[in-house]
């Protein structure tokens, strides 16, 4: 199985800060990378597919890049709703694997 | 826009079959270019891909469950369903159903979730 591994695993920061979050393959996966954002309670939310392609009604303040093994996904001007945790995962192969999660608190 | 809405038990004995029902509106299983998901999480954990299934009825497993795990499609309802044989106190989760779209290479990312639906396992 290919491994995610996404750093940090929790991360402060402030209302209108930019956050970068960083995700890392155990092997190429071209650019078959998804990000979601999931909050307590909540289903996952789709963000961003193949690595850097905002999925429709997703603001443009998320944005994705990377290819191969390393992947990050980052937030520009954070509100209060971004406030949550952050999974990627893999679909380059089976099993698809998700990373362990970032948690984003203020 | 397409809806998911989980079903079934939310407590079930172990040793026994956990059954769960996937329920889409506002779109067509029939209509293909989507794959039909299972994905679960452990209470304060992780996701965990379980298996999806095409209209057709081509299914694909995460090998970690696929000796207990049975996937299945009624178009004619438009749902689809998840069988687990044998559970344990480990398949204790929030199950989710998902559709997987075509990323248009070819590739499908779960572009849409459902709510989900917490099974518990205890006797």
């Known amino acids: 199985d290919i491994q995610m591994t996404q750093s940090p695993s929790s991360l402060s920061a402030s209302v209108g800060d930019r956050v970068t979050i960083t995700c890392r393959a155990s092997?190429?996966?071209?650019?078959?990378l998804a990000w979601f954002q999931q909050k307590p309670g909540k289903a996952p939310k789709s963000l961003i597919y193949?690595?850097?392609s905002l999925q429709s009604g997703v603001p443009s303040k998320f944005s994705g890049s990377g290819s191969g093994t390393d992947f990050t996904l980052t937030i520009s001007s954070l509100q209060p709703e971004d406030f949550a945790t952050y999974y990627c995962?893999?679909?380059?192969?089976?099993?698809?694997?998700f990373g362990q999660g970032t948690k984003l608190e203020i | 826009q397409v809806q998911l809405q989980e079903s079934g038990p939310g407590l079930v004995k172990p040793s026994q079959t956990l059954s769960l029902t996937c329920t889409v509106s506002?779109?067509?299983?029939?209509?293909?270019?989507?794959?039909w998901s299972w994905i679960r999480q452990h209470p304060g954990k992780g996701l965990e891909w379980i298996g999806y299934?095409?209209?057709?009825?081509?299914?694909y497993y995460n090998p970690s469950l696929k000796s207990r795990v049975l996937i299945s499609v009624d178009t004619s309802k438009n749902q689809f369903s998840l069988k687990m044989i044998s559970v344990t106190a480990a398949d204790t989760a929030v199950y989710y159903c998902?559709?997987?779209?075509?990323?248009?290479?070819?590739?499908?990312?779960?572009?849409?979730w459902g709510q989900g639906t917490l099974v518990t396992v205890s006797s």
């Open positions: 995962q893999q679909y380059n192969s089976f099993p698809y694997t």
């Open positions: 092997q190429g996966i071209n650019n078959y």
């Open positions: 506002r779109a067509s299983i029939s209509s293909g270019n989507y794959y």
């Open positions: 193949a690595a850097s």
């Open positions: 299934i095409y209209y057709s009825g081509s299914t």
């Open positions: 998902a559709r997987a779209d075509d990323d248009t290479s070819g590739s499908f990312y779960f572009a849409s």
